[in-house]
């Protein structure tokens, strides 16, 4: 058999762009999951990123999120009295306490389903949008994603969708924009 006929013994150089590793405390992770798991509140001190020192927090968690980036906590925040994420790598302590009395079904957020509709760039020629439609496996010139409510932003973000000088020199766009206006108005987020 001549030695082209067949790729075995054979790997092309390959490159690989790696994520900076986050960080999960095992103990902070299994303190999170025994709370959800006996329906229990857990204290924990959290260091936001809007504040310049860590705060106690209580949380009635019930979920477990990745945004591609780094895994968050998510649950019924006593301090704020609304359902909340909290990345996890930021939590330096966590305690499960007394029994909870929140209901995870009432996380309409996290139940709830939204649609995402990508599209190749307007300002594409007819062969570069034809390249992204490829590229991102989109049907008819579209890709529908169905996500959660509560991590749209991060598929967004992740997307790079959010942010207007990031989405100047991205291929895609997002084509119901408008029809998402009112989940960015509930969550505060500034599209453009």
Known sequence: M?????FLGWTPSVGIVRDPARSVDAVILKAFLLAMREKRV?????QSMTTAVPSSRTLSPHALAFDGFRWHIRGFCHVHNDYRDFV???ISTA?????TNIDPKNDTDWHSFIEAIIVPQAKLSIAQRQAVESDYCMEEGRLVLRVREALLFYHLEHLG????AVNSKKHIAL?????LRSFFEKHHIDTM
Do not use: C, T
């Open 42 to 46: 857990v204290r924990f001190d959290y």
């Open 161 to 164: 969708l959010l942010d207007s």
């Open 88 to 90: 996890l790598g930021r």
């Open 175 to 179: 084509e119901n924009q408008a029809a």
């Open 2 to 6: 001549n030695s082209n006929s067949s």
């Open 95 to 99: 305690v499960p306490e007394g029994p």
